[in-house]
């Protein structure tokens, strides 16, 4: 809070010092808030045209107490100098102001908004940021507590060392949620500000597994019965899906350890393990309107090396 003081100071035979300090009640220092000088008797102390009415203005957002003191000095040319008592008054508390602002530039891809209505998607890689830009007359806010109300509430309260801290939009359920910030101040007074937030269900890619061909029976390739030899053709099946309102996949992208063995837009693709250990990537885009949204899956697969089976030679002699 910003308040406005005025020292009125009377003298008999030209003023030539006008001096006005003020503390925190409990402080033992004072703080100059006005302190003019006019020796030569030829120049005004301040800018309306008088010495003897001093007016200034003391930024007390800072301190802890609401009772604050002043005092005034005033000397003439005799030299004789007159001192105020000291004065002293009340400021009261007032309430916090509770706002929030959206900043979504790790959104990982197209589609997110943070322009009226708040829209973001709940898939890896999405850092959707709500920031806090709460503010107090008296600079004095202790607590925020974050809410996601048809989630969870209260989800994040942070005071002491961060009383203004932020929140990232976790990874939740595709739904229409409301944000919920709640400020409070030293002296218990509270604000709320509220918005509301749709969360789709982003782009996910995977793709299953098979040894016998594309009309075979499809596996998990993380799956323990999925058991392949080395030198054995693994045949992939594309298993995405697209994100929410976004649109049909229009790009896939087959990987083999590091290296693209098939482009274009195909569901399905094969290779011949030749390692002991083979990495397969599956990146696919939909056509989420700005340049669609994307994802990748990964799987490592391992290989047998193929045993021949014991048989009995009997020997010729």
């Given at each position: 809070?910003?308040?406005k003081?005025?020292?009125t100071?009377d003298a008999?035979?030209?003023?030539?010092?006008?001096?006005?300090?003020y503390?925190?009640s409990?402080?033992?220092t004072?703080?100059?808030?006005?302190d003019?000088?006019?020796?030569d008797?030829?120049?005004f102390?301040?800018?309306?045209?008088?010495?003897?009415i001093?007016?200034f203005?003391?930024?007390?957002g800072s301190?802890a107490?609401?009772e604050i003191?002043?005092?005034?000095?005033?000397?003439?040319?005799?030299?004789?100098?007159?001192?105020s008592s000291v004065?002293?008054?009340?400021t009261i508390n007032?309430p916090?102001?509770a706002?929030?602002?959206?900043?979504?530039q790790?959104?990982?891809?197209?589609?997110?908004?943070?322009?009226g209505?708040?829209l973001?998607y709940n898939?890896?890689?999405v850092?959707?940021?709500?920031?806090?830009t709460?503010?107090?007359?008296?600079n004095?806010?202790?607590?925020?507590?974050?809410s996601?109300?048809?989630w969870?509430?209260?989800?994040?309260?942070?005071?002491s060392?961060?009383p203004l801290?932020n929140?990232v939009?976790?990874r939740i359920?595709?739904a229409?949620?409301?944000?919920?910030?709640?400020v409070?101040?030293a002296?218990?007074l509270s604000d709320?500000?509220t918005?509301?937030?749709q969360?789709?269900q982003d782009i996910?890619?995977?793709?299953?597994?098979?040894?016998?061909g594309?009309?075979g029976t499809?596996l998990s390739?993380?799956?323990?019965s999925?058991k392949?030899?080395k030198?054995?053709?693994?045949?992939f099946?594309?298993n995405?899906?697209?994100?929410e309102?976004?649109g049909?996949i229009i790009?896939r992208?087959?990987?083999?350890?590091?290296?693209?063995?098939?482009?274009?837009?195909?569901?399905?693709?094969?290779?011949?393990?030749?390692?002991?250990?083979t990495?397969?990537?599956?990146t696919?885009?939909?056509?989420?309107?700005?340049?669609?949204?994307?994802?990748?899956?990964v799987?490592?697969?391992?290989a047998k090396s193929?045993?021949p089976?014991?048989?009995e030679?009997?020997?010729?002699?």
């Amino acid at each position: 809070s910003v308040i406005k003081l005025i020292s009125t100071a009377d003298a008999s035979y030209s003023l030539q010092h006008h001096k006005v300090e003020y503390k925190e009640s409990e402080a033992a220092t004072w703080t100059t808030a006005f302190d003019c000088w006019d020796i030569d008797l030829d120049t005004f102390c301040d800018s309306n045209g008088t010495k003897s009415i001093a007016s200034f203005s003391v930024n007390i957002g800072s301190f802890a107490s609401g009772e604050i003191q002043y005092r005034s000095q005033a000397t003439d040319a005799l030299p004789s100098t007159g001192y105020s008592s000291v004065k002293s008054f009340t400021t009261i508390n007032q309430p916090p102001f509770a706002a929030m602002s959206c900043e979504f530039q790790n959104c990982a891809g197209p589609g997110c908004i943070c322009n009226g209505a708040w829209l973001t998607y709940n898939g890896d890689g999405v850092y959707y940021n709500i920031n806090n830009t709460s503010t107090d007359p008296d600079n004095n806010i202790t607590t925020s507590t974050w809410s996601i109300i048809g989630w969870q509430d209260p989800w994040i309260t942070c005071g002491s060392s961060n009383p203004l801290c932020n929140m990232v939009m976790p990874r939740i359920s595709a739904a229409t949620y409301t944000v919920q910030l709640k400020v409070e101040d030293a002296e218990g007074l509270s604000d709320i500000a509220t918005t509301s937030i749709q969360v789709k269900q982003d782009i996910i890619a995977d793709f299953e597994c098979s040894l016998s061909g594309l009309d075979g029976t499809w596996l998990s390739c993380a799956s323990l019965s999925f058991k392949p030899y080395k030198g054995q053709i693994v045949y992939f099946k594309d298993n995405s899906s697209p994100s929410e309102g976004g649109g049909p996949i229009i790009s896939r992208t087959w990987e083999k350890d590091s290296v693209v063995f098939l482009g274009g837009n195909s569901s399905f693709a094969s290779t011949t393990l030749t390692q002991t250990y083979t990495t397969i990537k599956l990146t696919i885009k939909d056509s989420t309107a700005g340049g669609g949204r994307s994802d990748f899956q990964v799987y490592t697969i391992p290989a047998k090396s193929f045993i021949p089976k014991w048989k009995e030679i009997v020997p010729f002699w």
